[in-house]
């Protein structure tokens, strides 16, 4: 099964699907990104704030891929935004991980009642990252439309990626539609909203008229959108089962069938970036 790679404005390529680690107790990461791995998947998507950054690297080290064949991405966390905090924050997910350079590293959240209002000096040293080499790219992380514009007007330096929540309960078309207007490219977090949409009875018939299941519906919705997908599952069938959208598609009705189960603000699972200012003690 090859994964399609979508190519990101600086010239590199990120797998479409990857494999997310968000709330994987660190005891369980190690197993299951092992058995992500085997599995076929070659993106992780992991964070300082999920506590499992050594694990992850830990698997990496003992499944002995060549490093280019593994694209790995992480995140600041919330409470390192000044840019000196920033940077040691940055090379402790290195030495966490275990790797020289990281493929991808975002600022989780803009904070934008934090810190004076300021992200932009904290995106100018994640720009540092990718000048000395220890970052292929950089991007954001749950930047509303006017924090992208920002960033953009007082640095000139584009993000590759804004990964926001999307899913068909929150398709979140604004934040994608700005995201298209400068070249960034959109990656979907909780793409099936942590399983609330796997009941939904539009996905329902669409899976039984397809052969597939809710979920792989779901993620294949996001496929045919062009968005970067990485569902979570500690459960192997269920990682195959994510893995395994690929031999199928969607009718564009049926893709405008999915995108009209939007419920607007109501259908998010998670904050509101404009307010969210939560820092981990
Ligand atoms: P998700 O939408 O991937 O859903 C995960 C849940 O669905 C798990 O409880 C899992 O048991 C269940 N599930 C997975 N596959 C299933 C299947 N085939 N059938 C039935 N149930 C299934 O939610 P998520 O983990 O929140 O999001 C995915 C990833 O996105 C995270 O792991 C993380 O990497 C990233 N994320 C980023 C942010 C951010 O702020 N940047 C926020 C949340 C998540």
């Known amino acids: 099964m090859t994964v399609p790679t979508i190519k990101l404005h600086d010239g590199t390529s990120i797998p479409q699907l990857g494999f997310g680690v968000y709330q994987i107790r ?26 499992n950054e050594k694990e992850v690297g830990e698997a990496l080290r003992a499944a002995g891929l060549p490093r280019e064949e593994v694209y790995v991405t992480s995140k600041l966390n919330n409470g390192f935004h000044r840019p000196d905090d920033a940077e040691r924050a940055f090379e402790q997910t290195l030495t966490d991980l275990g790797l020289d350079r990281i493929d991808l590293f975002l600022i989780h959240w803009p ?28 991007g954001v992380s749950n930047f509303q439309p006017a924090h992208l514009q920002r960033i953009v007007d007082e640095t000139g330096v584009v993000p590759v990626i804004n ?49 597939k299941s809710t979920a792989q519906v779901a993620l294949r919705w996001h496929v045919e959108r062009g968005d970067i997908v990485f569902p ?35 259908g998010r699972t998670g904050p509101n970036p404009d307010t969210f200012d939560w820092i981990p003690a």
Do not use: C
């Open 163 to 211: 990964q926001v929540e999307v899913h068909p309960y929150f398709t979140n078309e604004a934040v994608r539609a700005a995201n298209a207007r400068h070249g960034v490219a959109t990656e979907a977090w909780s793409p099936i909203a942590q399983g609330a949409v796997l009941d939904d009875a539009v996905l329902t018939e669409i899976a039984e008229a397809t052969g």
């Open 232 to 266: 979570k599952s500690v459960n192997p069938g269920r990682m195959k089962e994510n893995f395994d959208i690929f031999d199928f598609s969607l009718s564009d009705d049926d893709v405008a069938r999915i995108s009209g189960l939007d419920r607007g603000e109501a």
């Open 26 to 51: 660190p005891a369980e990461t190690a197993e299951a990104v092992t058995q992500a791995l085997e599995v076929g998947y070659r993106h992780i998507d992991t964070a300082e704030m999920y506590g």
């Open 111 to 138: 904070l934008p009642t934090r810190y004076d209002g300021d992200f932009v000096s904290t995106w100018r040293t994640l720009a540092s990252f990718v000048e000395d080499g220890r970052a292929a790219s950089v």
